[in-house]
């Protein structure tokens, strides 16, 4: 039976894919007492949509923030598989977010708030955290945007 948080995320018309595998030699999630560290994610929906490109170049800003949101709905695929119910995040302490832009496209943090914006509609004031947005001249597979997460859990 679905908990909260997944039914806000299927009142958004979202449904948590299976946690993609790693891509290389890490693991998805680490917790450590209270607190859950999920690697980062990319743009890449599970026989889905992927977004690739430089935002600011093939991929506009507006897209940049559909691959930033994709990246999100991937970090919490994961941390459902570590916790078994999303209902166990007590807050989302921090998102980092990967964004492969041109090197002159200023406009990060709208991009990143494709990410944020979700994290606060599913978690409301829990969903609230400290952010870091960085541009970056590649990301694995040429992903638009990838995104990591620190909650608080149970």
């Known amino acids: 039976m679905a908990g909260n948080i997944e039914k806000r995320l299927a009142g958004l018309g979202i449904t948590l894919p299976a946690a993609p595998p790693p891509s290389a030699n890490y693991v998805p999630t680490v917790r450590t007492g209270n607190l859950l560290f999920c690697s980062g994610q990319v743009s890449a929906a599970p026989g889905g949509e992927f977004i690739k490109g430089k935002v600011g170049a093939e991929t506009s800003p507006e897209r ?29 302490v921090r998102l980092g977010g990967f964004i492969n832009a041109v090197p002159t496209f200023g406009e990060l943090p709208k ?18 955290h400290a952010r870091t947005t960085v541009g970056v ?12 997460a620190i909650f608080e859990v149970e």
């Not at 459902?80 to 807050?91: Q, S």
């Not at 001249?137 to 990591?148: C, G, I, M, R, Y």
């Open 137 to 148: 001249a590649e990301l694995p597979f040429d992903a638009s945007a990838e995104v990591e």
């Open 64 to 92: 940049g923030q559909t691959a930033a949101r994709i990246a999100l709905i991937n970090v919490l695929a994961h941390a459902k598989t570590a916790l078994g119910d999303l209902d166990k995040i007590k807050r989302c």
């Open 111 to 128: 991009v990143m708030n494709g990410a944020s914006d979700l994290m606060v509609e599913v978690f409301g004031d829990a969903g609230r």
